[in-house]
């Protein structure tokens, strides 16, 4: 449960609604129904709707944060102190690594507060308060686009005193809420376990059951001496003071033990019609699969011959990997289901209820074949768009890209606003090099062009397609060979010395042409969709608006749009595929079976495995066992990465990091058999912090039952 990290305003395209199931939906939580509330309990929750969300006094809400815009993490003390998962603060952490001191490796644990390591650009939001504002919205749109409309409503809201930055959401009720979330923009690192403990069994594990890894991360929020944000790090800042945090719960869980997940889900799309769907699995998941698919196989060689190329492209091979996997499984997984007979089966029945009023066949009747026609339009340039964005929109040709603004304003001779844009192109390289490698980048480069040219028709290519054909007669490698070795762009000593001294050569830079020829193939692309992309949005309102006229009554959980969310189910294993069953559980001696010393990915530390022999689990063993990781059936998807799993009377008992491979769709799908959400058994979070790290000062902080 990874990727984008961007708040969104989702216009939801409703088709065919599902009976809901007691454990399906990712529910608002600022508006928890009274008849789900009362299934909740029913399942074994014992907390009122008012402690799960109030605005006015401290609920569970308060403890529960989005984290670096991408993932969700939950607050353990009085002090700041919140879990996350290793996965979602990996980039920060390889952020403040080097060869050195490679935390991503080696871990990293503070002893004190004062050890804690500060990382820019880190923050966590939470959500103080939602608020309806679909009548404002709904007048505004009568004269304005919903971009402007959602700008002038949030600028209501926010409050930089208070640190409040507002979000105005629309949901497929056709309601408009604004969410007010306190950002927090001083935020350490203060433990995290190696990569053979947080990230155990890596990619290939990834998606995977039975998994052991210990998926977590630890983090520190800092505010002012008033205990309210600040816009960057202060020595003199104290850690902040929540309204709430999470006790932990070590007592243990069993088959069928109620479990709730309150996170931040990205975008879902179990609403969409035939014709979307169709085009997500024809154009976004297959051009992801095929790039991604083609950059971890190149990056993978590159990897396992330098460990200073690891560390840098860590992260990155972590996302490819991610995007890959959960691309094809979404394929697969969406085409062995009924998904999409179901989808034309309700268009099918919709059409039949258009047809039986002649208001409704005057408004609606044309609706679907319209949405097919458009998406058919755009169908090839947006293919197209998708692979060259996967495979060329990167490292090399964002040297170019990046440097545009520098070359405007050359042009213009606007010196006034020249001295800001080098300075922004100055720190973006800054922390661009700290993942990058020049000779691995060609690597990739060689591959990803000769990718795209077998994948696309000519007329779709970038125009330097033509300089390897006319100067090169075809030869990728030898221009490829050339961009490197004969631009500046190339070496830090090279546009260092460049931005001391700027000028227009860099028009005839190869990596700058390289990268402007990407970039403006992608506006042309974008273009060829544009129309039908307008009609195709026009069309899903109208739809919209049919089956909320068509499903009036019916209880539906929106999609999800990375606001805050409630899921809850039981702790329970699954029967996936034919011949397959799934444990609920998994323990220590899984990690002991699966070491592997010519892999990476299933390497075991020797104190680990110390441990293991001495069974010395501490008070977070049972029965002789450690346990590691557990399943769960609650409904998450991407974003959901760090949320916190807890018990009926509110207590943590685990972290959600990951889905197994039959819940790879679940975004389009929910199965309820076969759909489960992967958890770090927060015992064996402890036993890390504990035993293998010896952190007495970070258990001291926490309250455990």
Same mark, same amino acid.
Request: net charge positive.
């Given at each position: 449960m990874?990727?984008?990290?961007?708040?969104?305003?989702?216009?939801?395209?409703?088709?065919?609604?599902?009976?809901?199931?007691?454990?399906?939906?990712?529910?608002?939580?600022?508006?928890?129904?009274?008849?789900?509330?009362?299934?909740?309990?029913?399942?074994?929750?014992?907390?009122?709707?008012?402690?799960?969300?109030?605005?006015?006094k401290?609920?569970?809400?308060?403890?529960?944060?989005?984290?670096?815009?991408?993932?969700?993490?939950?607050?353990v003390?009085?002090?700041?102190?919140?879990?996350? $998962?290793?996965?979602?603060?990996?980039?920060? !952490?390889?952020q403040?690594s080097?060869?050195?001191?490679?935390?991503?490796?080696?871990?990293?644990?503070?002893?004190?507060?004062?050890?804690?390591?500060?990382?820019?650009?880190?923050?966590?939001?939470?959500?103080?308060?939602?608020?309806?504002?679909?009548?404002?919205?709904?007048?505004?749109?009568?004269?304005?686009?919903?971009?402007?409309?959602?700008?002038?409503?949030?600028?209501?809201?926010?409050?930089?005193?208070?640190?409040?930055?507002?979000?105005?959401d629309?949901f497929?009720t056709?309601?408009?809420? %604004?969410?007010?979330?306190?950002?927090?923009?001083?935020?350490?690192?203060?433990?995290?376990?190696?990569?053979?403990?947080?990230?155990?069994?890596?990619?290939?594990? $990834?998606?995977?059951?039975?998994?052991?890894?210990?998926?977590?991360?630890?983090f520190?929020?800092?505010?002012?001496?008033?205990?309210?944000?600040?816009?960057?790090?202060?020595?003199?800042?104290?850690?902040?003071?929540?309204?709430?945090?999470?006790?932990?719960?070590?007592?243990?869980?069993?088959?069928?033990?109620?479990?709730?997940? !309150?996170?931040?889900?990205?975008?879902?799309?179990?609403?969409?019609?035939s014709?979307?769907?169709?085009?997500?699995?024809?154009?976004?998941n297959?051009?992801?699969?095929?790039?991604?698919?083609?950059?971890?196989?190149?990056?993978?060689?590159?990897?396992?011959?330098?460990?200073?190329? /690891?560390?840098?492209?860590?992260?990155?091979?972590?996302?490819?990997?991610?995007?890959?996997?959960?691309?094809?499984?979404?394929?697969?997984?969406?085409?062995?289901?009924?998904?999409?007979?179901?989808?034309e089966?309700?268009e099918?029945?919709?059409?039949?209820?258009?047809?039986?009023?002649?208001?409704?066949?005057?408004k609606?009747g044309?609706?679907?074949?319209?949405?097919?026609?458009?998406?058919?339009?755009?169908?090839?340039?947006?293919?197209a768009?998708?692979?060259?964005?996967?495979?060329l929109?990167?490292?090399?040709?964002?040297?170019?890209?990046?440097?545009?603004?520098?070359?405007?304003?050359l042009?213009?001779?606007?010196?006034?606003?020249?001295?800001?844009?080098?300075?922004?192109?100055?720190?973006?390289?800054?922390?661009?090099?700290?993942?990058y490698?020049?000779?691995?980048?060609? %690597?990739?480069?060689?591959?990803?062009?000769?990718?795209?040219?077998?994948?696309?028709?000519?007329?779709?290519?970038?125009?330097?397609?033509?300089?390897?054909?006319?100067?090169?007669?075809g030869? !990728?490698d030898?221009?490829?060979n050339?961009?490197?070795?004969?631009?500046?762009?190339?070496?830090?000593?090279?546009?260092?010395?460049?931005?001391?001294?700027?000028?227009?050569?860099?028009? $005839?830079?190869?990596?700058?042409i390289?990268?402007?020829?990407?970039?403006?193939?992608?506006?042309?692309?974008?273009?060829?969709?544009?129309?039908?992309?307008?009609?195709?949005?026009?069309?899903k309102?109208?739809?919209?608006?049919?089956?909320?006229?068509?499903?009036?009554?019916?209880?539906?959980?929106p999609?999800?749009?990375?606001?805050m969310?409630?899921?809850?189910?039981?702790?329970?294993?699954?029967?996936? /595929?034919?011949?397959?069953?799934?444990?609920?559980?998994?323990?220590?001696?899984?990690?002991?079976?699966?070491?592997?010393?010519?892999?990476?990915?299933?390497?075991?530390?020797?104190?680990?495995?110390?441990?293991?022999?001495?069974?010395?689990?501490?008070?977070?063993?049972?029965?002789?066992?450690?346990?590691?990781?557990?399943?769960?059936?609650?409904?998450?998807?991407?974003?959901?990465?760090?949320?916190?799993?807890?018990?009926?009377?509110?207590?943590?008992?685990?972290?959600?990091?990951?889905?197994?491979?039959?819940?790879?769709?679940?975004?389009?799908?929910?199965?309820?058999?076969?759909?489960?959400?992967?958890?770090?058994?927060i015992?064996?979070?402890?036993?890390?912090?504990?035993?293998?790290?010896?952190?007495?000062?970070?258990?001291?902080?926490?309250?455990?039952?």
């Amino acid at each position: 449960m990874k990727q984008l990290k961007c708040i969104s305003l989702l216009l939801i395209v409703l088709s065919c609604f599902a009976t809901v199931k007691a454990d399906e939906g990712m529910w608002t939580i600022s508006n928890l129904n009274t008849a789900l509330v009362q299934k909740m309990k029913n399942s074994g929750l014992q907390l009122s709707a008012d402690q799960i969300y109030n605005e006015n006094k401290p609920s569970t809400k308060d403890a529960i944060m989005m984290f670096d815009n991408g993932c969700s993490g939950e607050l353990v003390s009085a002090n700041g102190l919140l879990f996350t $998962n290793h996965h979602c603060g990996r980039d920060k !952490i390889q952020q403040v690594s080097s060869d050195a001191h490679n935390y991503i490796r080696d871990g990293f644990w503070a002893n004190s507060r004062n050890e804690e390591i500060s990382i820019k650009g880190l923050n966590v939001k939470f959500l103080i308060k939602s608020i309806e504002v679909t009548d404002k919205a709904n007048e505004l749109l009568k004269k304005h686009g919903i971009r402007k409309v959602m700008g002038e409503i949030e600028k209501e809201y926010n409050d930089s005193t208070q640190g409040y930055v507002a979000s105005m959401d629309g949901f497929s009720t056709g309601q408009y809420f %604004v969410s007010i979330y306190q950002v927090f923009n001083d935020v350490r690192l203060v433990g995290v376990p190696p990569e053979s403990i947080g990230n155990f069994g890596g990619e290939t594990d $990834n998606f995977e059951w039975p998994r052991q890894s210990a998926d977590f991360a630890i983090f520190r929020v800092y505010a002012n001496a008033n205990n309210m944000p600040t816009t960057a790090y202060k020595a003199d800042n104290k850690p902040f003071v929540p309204k709430t945090f999470l006790p932990i719960s070590i007592s243990g869980i069993k088959d069928n033990d109620f479990a709730m997940t !309150i996170g931040f889900p990205w975008m879902t799309q179990r609403y969409i019609s035939s014709y979307d769907l169709k085009e997500e699995l024809d154009v976004k998941n297959r051009a992801t699969i095929i790039t991604k698919g083609k950059y971890i196989d190149v990056l993978k060689r590159e990897l396992d011959n330098d460990e200073s190329v /690891r560390l840098k492209y860590s992260s990155k091979n972590f996302s490819a990997g991610n995007s890959y996997k959960l691309a094809l499984g979404t394929v697969k997984l969406v085409n062995l289901s009924a998904a999409m007979g179901n989808k034309e089966k309700a268009e099918a029945e919709f059409q039949n209820w258009t047809k039986a009023d002649t208001a409704r066949l005057r408004k609606y009747g044309k609706c679907l074949a319209a949405l097919k026609a458009n998406h058919d339009e755009q169908c090839n340039p947006k293919y197209a768009h998708a692979i060259i964005s996967g495979a060329l929109f990167d490292d090399g040709s964002l040297l170019g890209i990046r440097a545009r603004n520098i070359v405007e304003l050359l042009e213009k001779n606007n010196q006034e606003k020249l001295p800001k844009a080098l300075d922004t192109y100055q720190k973006w390289y800054t922390s661009f090099s700290k993942s990058y490698d020049y000779q691995t980048d060609k %690597v990739i480069v060689k591959a990803m062009i000769k990718l795209v040219k077998n994948e696309l028709k000519p007329e779709y290519l970038p125009d330097f397609y033509s300089i390897i054909e006319k100067e090169y007669q075809g030869n !990728i490698d030898n221009y490829v060979n050339d961009l490197y070795s004969k631009s500046f762009l190339a070496s830090a000593a090279g546009v260092e010395t460049y931005l001391k001294k700027p000028d227009l050569s860099i028009k $005839n830079d190869p990596l700058f042409i390289f990268g402007i020829s990407v970039y403006e193939k992608l506006i042309a692309l974008k273009k060829l969709t544009s129309d039908p992309g307008v009609e195709i949005r026009a069309g899903k309102k109208l739809y919209e608006k049919a089956v909320l006229e068509k499903d009036a009554g019916l209880l539906k959980y929106p999609e999800a749009n990375f606001t805050m969310r409630l899921t809850y189910g039981k702790v329970t294993g699954a029967s996936p /595929r034919d011949g397959l069953a799934y444990k609920s559980q998994t323990t220590l001696k899984g990690v002991i079976e699966k070491e592997d010393t010519t892999n990476y990915e299933f390497l075991v530390s020797p104190k680990l495995k110390d441990l293991y022999a001495k069974k010395d689990f501490g008070r977070y063993g049972e029965k002789g066992q450690m346990f590691t990781c557990f399943l769960t059936n609650t409904d998450i998807t991407g974003g959901n990465s760090g949320s916190p799993v807890i018990n009926g009377k509110g207590e943590l008992i685990g972290i959600a990091f990951d889905g197994n491979w039959e819940s790879l769709a679940s975004s389009i799908i929910y199965e309820p058999e076969k759909n489960r959400a992967v958890n770090v058994d927060i015992r064996y979070v402890l036993f890390v912090i504990d035993k293998f790290a010896g952190a007495k000062n970070i258990l001291k902080e926490l309250t455990i039952k």
